[in-house]
């Protein structure tokens, strides 16, 4: 393993434990998800500042608030790590009442505020809440049995892309149906569509490398998750590499993983969750060479993409069943 990679997993790691100590009581999933915040911005974790980010959301947030329900460690590791908790908070804040006019409150709603909160001038922020709601009903026509609160996360997304709402979601539509006959969980398929219309490329070629990614691994032995875990892989698959050498790095990183504390046969995370993570880490290498050849702006938003979705199934796993609910 590239010693780049290795610090990366040990980062992983040290974290996830400094994490624990401020949030004794959450799941293991729960704390990965606020390690891999630190992990994706290279930071290391600053016990003190993420206790106080912690009585923040006590503080600004009532008791039965989203912003304290499952989600509260995501977002304290996401104020802890933005350089001004007490701003970035107050933003969110702002963003999440705008949300809650277009969309019913749920778990993923405050990870959509603070996603906004973050990449968007706050002049702009009651456009791009309303544009969200916008792609969430055109989402829901298309499939309104599958499209749930989960999705409000993307749909921030997809409402910061530059990209018409047309051409979003015609893109998502001809990968919803290039994959569906690959998968069992439409749900499941309809995010990584969605992801990938985030992606530049045909909807032909993206699903093309998703699928080879997913082979490849499973010719190795490491089959991917098909139900929440599903929507990071396509933004794994398309990184500039070869698949199969993402799919080798991803073995040797889940390899090492395994042999961790908490990451075993008797531990909280799965295997298919330490994959997932597995192709976190790899991602942020590419990433990082990404930079170095003057494709930051895309790399910049496929770390962020992945960082929300593994957060998405941080929460989907730790909520379930309550996750696949619908909302209006």
Sequence with gaps: MRETIQRGCEQLIRCRDQVKQVFPWDGGLIHLSCAGIYVMKGKSVDEGVLEQSKRLLKEKVGVFSNFRGTARSPI??????????????????????????????????????????????????????????????????????????????????????????????????????????EFFSGNAVQSLAHVLSLCEGTPEEKCRRTMELFHNLKAAGRKYGTEYELPTLGIFALTDADSRQVAGEMIEIDSWLSEQKGFGALGSVGSKQRLMYAGMLAQKEHAAADVVQTAAVRSTVALIVAQEMVMCAAIAASTAPAASSSSS
Aim: net charge negative.
């Design 76 to 181: 304290a590791a996401m104020l802890a790590v933005s350089g001004n908790p007490e701003r970035t908070l107050d933003n969110g804040i702002t963003v999440y009442e705008l949300l809650k006019k277009e969309f019913w409150s749920s778990a993923y709603l405050p990870l959509a505020a603070m996603t906004i909160a973050q990449l968007v001038e706050p002049f702009d922020y009651e456009r791009v809440a309303g544009r969200t709601r916008r792609i969430y009903e055109r989402m829901k026509a298309e499939h309104p049995f599958l499209t749930n609160s989960e999705d409000s996360a993307l749909c921030a997304m997809s409402a910061l892309s530059e990209r018409s709402e047309d051409a979003l979601i015609g893109d998502m539509e001809s990968c919803y149906r290039l994959l569906k006959p």
